[in-house]
């Protein structure tokens, strides 16, 4: 089955500067790679989504990009603000079947 | 439209009790699934339905059973709880299980067992 390896599990940065977070998946049929973030004690809320069909997809302040053949994935948070704090999740759907696999997460914090 | 509703909230058990955590949502999703948030471990897929009357495993499914006899509803079954089961258990819903159709998640049930 699929397997998703997110990284890093932590990232502090200065509110201003910029975070990314990298992941990677092992089942080159999947074709849909969304983010989710979750705040403490929250469900966790789609932020943004990629299909394998795009190579980078934008936001405002936050993008994802794909590259198909290394199997990986990254969000990028341009500016970052306190309120971006909060738990990121990458997921990677195999078109072959309906499951959702998820990264182990990545805890970020912005200082002021 | 309330979403992904999920109950109860909070819930204690003792080992070897059984209770049934409910999930409805009212967006006439085809696709539901139940997921176990443990820390450093992200969302791990428990069971999943594409539809009403069809249900299927996902990546830790023992302990656990489904059932979906509507389309809105997709309740979870511990039928002998155990110290392992204590997590959070998100539900969530979405169109469809293919494409990029995003998944809804309800605010989550918090179970421990002792």
């Known amino acids: 089955g699929e397997n998703v390896e997110q990284h890093p599990s932590t990232l502090s940065v200065q509110e201003g500067d910029s975070a990314v977070i990298k992941c990677t998946y092992s089942?080159?049929?999947?074709?849909?790679f969304p983010w989710y973030k979750q705040e403490l004690g929250k469900r966790p809320q789609l932020i943004i989504d990629?299909?394998?069909?795009?190579g980078e997809k934008k936001d405002q302040r936050i993008a994802v990009t794909l590259n198909k053949t290394a199997k990986h994935f990254s969000l990028h948070i341009t500016e970052t603000q306190p309120e971006d704090s909060a738990v990121y999740f990458c997921?990677?759907?195999?078109?072959?079947?309906?499951?959702?696999?998820f990264g182990g997460g990545t805890r970020v914090l912005v200082k002021p | 439209n309330a979403g992904v509703t999920q109950t109860p909230k909070f819930q204690v058990l003792k080992t070897g009790q059984s209770m049934t955590l409910q999930c409805a949502q009212d967006?006439?999703?085809?696709?539901m699934s139940w997921y176990r948030q443990d820390p450093g471990m992200g969302l791990r897929l428990i069971h999943y339905?594409?539809?009403?009357?069809?249900?299927d495993q996902g990546e830790v499914p023992n302990g656990y059973n489904v059932s979906r006899s509507t389309t809105e509803d997709f309740p979870l079954r511990l039928l002998s709880a155990a110290p392992s089961q204590t997590s959070v258990y998100f539900c969530?819903?979405?169109?469809?299980?293919?494409?990029?159709?995003?998944?809804?998640f309800g605010d989550g049930t918090r179970l421990s067992i002792l």
């Open positions: 967006m006439n999703h085809e696709y």
């Open positions: 339905s594409v539809g009403a009357g069809i249900t």
């Open positions: 969530a819903s979405s169109y469809s299980g293919q494409g990029n159709q995003p998944q809804h």
């Open positions: 990629i299909r394998s069909n795009v």
């Open positions: 089942d080159s049929a999947s074709n849909y």
């Open positions: 997921a990677a759907r195999s078109a072959a079947g309906n499951k959702l696999t």
